[in-house]
């Protein structure tokens, strides 16, 4: 069945340092794949999204980029900030018409001055 | 426009009783899901609607929980007896049928406590 794997927190890193969340899917067919962002006492919130291969989504300075030969989908940031910590959730569509998702089970963010 | 929206945010009440959340979905949405996230766990898929129907519900734990969505704008999780190992946060989604790529809008939850 589909699946999506990413890595294993908590990630800890100072202010302004280079962020990589890996994200790996197991997918039939043509998903969509997401970004979403929870922040402490919220519900998830998405960040960004791409629908096909090689699409890149982007937000708020994250980014990732849809690639189908890897089965991929990594979240970058150049430049985190405190305001960036929050827990960070990977999901894959399952084409379907009701929008249902796969969630990958979250990686933890902590960014300190 | 408004979002997602659940109630109570924080509900405290010892095992054995009748427990029910609430939803109000984002106006105009087709599909509704009920998620619980528990660390131990994460993110669980519990049940989803669309146009009101309930389409799959095979993530609802036991017998003891139950959902329904009498129309477009209200949806309860019910929990009857409740136990203290469904103690969790409990989140209710709407998307706006698109064929697999809408994203889900998450309300900000109800915090389950079962003493």
């Known amino acids: 069945g589909n699946s999506v794997t990413q890595m294993e927190g908590p990630v800890t890193l100072s202010e302004e340092a280079f962020l990589t969340i890996n994200c790996t899917y197991t997918a039939t067919g043509y998903p969509s794949l997401f970004w979403y962002v929870q922040y402490p006492g919220e519900g998830l919130q998405l960040l960004l999204k791409?629908?096909?291969?090689?699409d890149k989504g982007s937000n708020k300075g994250f980014e990732a980029t849809y690639r189908k030969e890897t089965t991929s989908f990594h979240l970058e940031k150049g430049s985190v900030q405190v305001s960036d910590s929050a827990v960070y959730f990977c999901a894959l569509s399952e084409g379907t018409s009701y929008d249902k998702v796969i969630f990958g089970p979250g990686t933890s963010l902590s960014v300190i001055p | 426009d408004a979002g997602v929206i659940q109630s109570p945010r924080h509900e405290v009440t010892e095992m054995g009783q009748e427990v029910t959340l609430r939803c109000k979905p984002i106006?105009?949405?087709?599909?509704l899901f009920w998620y619980r996230q528990t660390m131990m766990r994460g993110l669980e898929l519990l049940i989803y609607f669309n146009n009101n129907v309930p389409i799959d519900d095979s993530g609802m734990p036991e017998d003891r929980f139950s959902a329904k969505m009498p129309n477009a704008s209200f949806s309860t999780l019910k929990i009857q007896p409740s136990e203290p190992r469904d103690s969790a946060v409990y989140f209710c989604a709407s998307s706006d049928e698109g064929g697999g790529n809408q994203p889900q809008h998450f309300g900000d939850g109800t915090r389950l406590s079962i003493l």
């Open positions: 106006s105009g949405h087709n599909s």
């Open positions: 791409a629908t096909k291969a090689d």
